[in-house]
């Protein structure tokens, strides 16, 4: 893991927590030498502070993901307005983490993540990351699903590529997963606790917004002028995916 922050004590905190917790934790003041570790070592998941010196953790992610890095990110920040967890997210981001914040908090999103992503290496003690059996194999595996239709959408799963129509949309990591459980379960209200567990593995509880700007920020791609909105939202319960 790869852990960048600037505030000293921060960093020494965390790093101390996340290394007491299992996790093999590399740390760096600023994101100059966040880009200079991760091009030398490339780590299994990023913990990037949005304010730094220099370059900051939106720009490390930008670099990062304009290379074709798919690494996990997960952004520390004290910005707290929608529009800057936006930013965040179009950056390139997986996840963010508001300051101050509950070490567990960030223990359980990392968990999350790694899940996921299926990476194993980074993973504390005793967290089997995705793939990882605890009973034999068997023998004939079943041929992965490759593609899902659903509202005019089409979505490859393996290669990670969605499309509206003619046009390819491109979504982060999460974006792609959330869409993913909305297309498998189109036309079905999925209530906030369900998408939570299925997206993160964990609900962030009532006063989370966490859901509700990655849910924006996919419409922001999906919606089109002159077509119907395919995200619903039911009030009280959750969204739905359905072309009206």
């Not at 101050?100 to 790694?114: K, T």
Request: proline share 5%; glycine share 8%; with cysteine.
């Amino acid at each position: 893991m790869l852990l960048a922050e600037d505030d000293r004590a921060i960093r020494h905190a965390l790093e101390r927590a996340l290394t007491l917790e299992g996790y093999r934790v590399t740390a760096v003041a600023d994101g100059v030498e966040a880009l200079a570790q991760a091009h030398r070592t490339p780590p299994d998941i990023l913990v990037l502070d949005v304010m730094m010196p220099g370059i900051d953790g939106l720009q490390v992610c930008r670099v990062l993901r304009a290379e074709g890095d798919r690494t996990p990110i997960l952004m520390l920040t004290a910005l707290v307005e929608t529009a800057d967890r936006i930013a965040g997210l179009d950056a390139g981001a997986d996840d963010y983490v508001v300051k101050p914040f509950d070490v567990e908090e960030v223990f359980a999103r990392l968990r999350a993540l790694l899940r996921r992503t299926g990476t194993g290496e980074s993973l504390p003690k005793g967290v089997a990351p995705v793939g990882v059996r605890t009973s034999p194999a068997p023998k004939e595996p079943a041929v992965p699903e490759r593609q899902l239709t659903a509202a005019g959408l089409r979505m490859d799963l393996q290669a990670r590529r969605v499309w509206r129509g003619a046009r390819e949309l491109e979504l982060t990591r999460t974006e792609f997963e959330l869409l993913e459980l909305l297309v498998r379960n189109a036309g079905i209200v999925l209530d906030h606790s369900t998408i939570y567990d299925r997206i993160w593995g964990y609900d962030f509880g009532p006063g989370s917004k966490n859901l509700a700007v990655y849910v924006g920020y996919l419409r922001r791609k999906l919606d089109e002028p002159g077509a119907s909105q395919l995200i619903h939202t039911v009030r009280g319960v959750g969204y739905v995916l359905r072309e009206d």
